[in-house]
């Protein structure tokens, strides 16, 4: 029995260790995740702006536009 209880008491012991890092971990994948949305409209927002030029304006084109959306 008192093995028994030393066990459950280093297991729990260990848990509480554990926990407060898998804690951060997660905080740091969850902000990490975060920064997926600013990324991404970043990374269209030179590709839209141009499409809804180049509809608007069919003929004309202007090439810094061009080379930010490539």
């Given at each position: 029995?008192?093995n028994?209880?030393?066990?459950?008491?280093m297991?729990?012991?260990?848990?509480?260790?554990l926990?407060?890092?898998?804690?951060?971990?997660?905080?740091?994948?969850?902000?990490?995740?975060?920064?997926?949305?600013?990324?991404?409209?970043?990374?269209w927002?030179?590709?839209?702006?141009?499409?809804?030029?180049?509809?608007?304006?069919?003929?004309?084109?202007?090439?810094?536009?061009?080379f930010?959306?490539?």
């Amino acid at each position: 029995m008192i093995n028994n209880a030393t066990r459950v008491c280093m297991a729990v012991g260990m848990l509480d260790r554990l926990h407060p890092s898998d804690t951060r971990a997660d905080m740091k994948a969850l902000t990490r995740w975060g920064y997926y949305p600013l990324i991404l409209i970043g990374s269209w927002a030179f590709c839209t702006i141009n499409r809804i030029h180049d509809f608007i304006e069919s003929g004309h084109k202007i090439f810094g536009s061009h080379f930010l959306d490539v």
